[in-house]
């Protein structure tokens, strides 16, 4: 990077759209460049912050050069079983759920988890809120228990009262990516948030595709009172890679209460005397569903483990 700098004159910007090797980036002035990765090793994510530049003086299209260090990496799992990058310097995790299609609260469990393990700040929004569903009585047990963990819940509605409004709130200041399963509404409260985001998209793959049809990884919308979302398709409904096995816990709160009154430290909360965690979940303290969620990705983690021993 010394060498290129010194024959080209580089600045500071940050990626606001993937396509592969081909990326739009933002300059400092809110100027939006086509880019090319320079080399075959050089590898970049929406929301990267990275270092680019003109080859010669008219160039249409911009070349990066550098990827500058990530404050925090949000990896899905590709078909192969392999974590790969989708998304990068996140801040918060946004998980939407909606009365229909019903919630799948191990699911809501692991996103909520991937956030931990991430360092992100996460919030759940119960879409749809206006429909006489969302008053029942399993969904509103299901959000209290995560308001006791200290995760804020927001009751919206992407196309009726109350609005998205809240949402729009809690994403000010923060880098959010919406998450969900299919159907609960990500899309509807993307385009109500930010309503030029399909005009902007369509925008930024003219630019960088050159006429080629691809297919838009992730791209980043600016919120009008701050904040920006990411919307990342591959990302809306993923699957957050596995820690190590010990590491698993980490991502419930609930479990990290209890763990420290465990009587050995490296506890995995399953079958070892005097578990704290065990024992909260068998007086009723601890909730079993959110339990039985942390032994699944727990036995999931060992087996992944076993199959890609060198990861």
Not at 149 to 156: E, M, Q, R, T, W
Not at 272 to 292: F, T
């Amino acid at each position: 990077m010394a060498r290129i700098a010194a024959a080209i004159a580089t600045e500071p910007g940050q990626v606001v759209a993937s396509h592969g090797r081909l990326l739009e980036v933002e300059d400092e002035a809110h100027r939006r460049r086509p880019c090319r990765l320079h080399g075959r090793s050089l590898r970049a994510v929406c929301g990267d912050r990275v270092r680019f530049g003109f080859a010669s003086a008219g160039d249409a299209q911009a070349t990066v050069y550098e990827v500058l260090p990530r404050q925090s990496l949000l990896e899905r799992l590709n078909r192969r079983g392999e974590a790969e990058p989708v998304v990068a310097n996140l801040t918060q995790l946004a998980v939407v759920v909606a009365p229909a299609p019903a919630p799948d609260w191990a699911v809501v469990d692991r996103y909520l988890a991937g956030a931990e393990w991430a360092g992100l700040a996460a919030l759940l929004a119960l879409n749809k809120c206006d429909r006489p569903d969302a008053q029942d009585s399993a969904v509103t047990q299901e959000l209290s228990g995560y308001r006791s963990l200290g995760y804020p819940v927001l009751l919206i509605s992407a196309r009726g009262d109350p609005g998205p409004g809240s949402l729009e709130q809690a994403c000010a200041g923060a880098t959010s990516a919406l998450v969900g399963q299919s159907g609960t509404g990500k899309s509807s409260l993307l385009n109500a948030l930010v309503p030029e985001a399909q005009a902007v998209t369509r925008e930024i793959s003219a630019a960088t595709e050159s006429g080629r049809h691809t297919t838009t990884t992730a791209a980043l919308h600016h919120l009008k009172h701050g904040g920006a979302l990411v919307d990342a398709p591959g990302v809306r409904d993923f699957a957050p890679p596995l820690p190590a096995a010990r590491a698993v816990a980490g991502g419930f709160r609930d479990i990290v209460r209890y763990a420290s009154g465990c009587r050995f430290q490296d506890c995995l909360h399953r079958a070892e005397p005097d578990c704290a965690v065990r024992a909260a979940a068998e007086r009723g303290e601890l909730s079993a569903r959110r339990y039985e969620s942390y032994q699944r990705l727990l036995a999931l983690a060992e087996q992944f483990a076993e199959r890609n021993p060198r990861r």
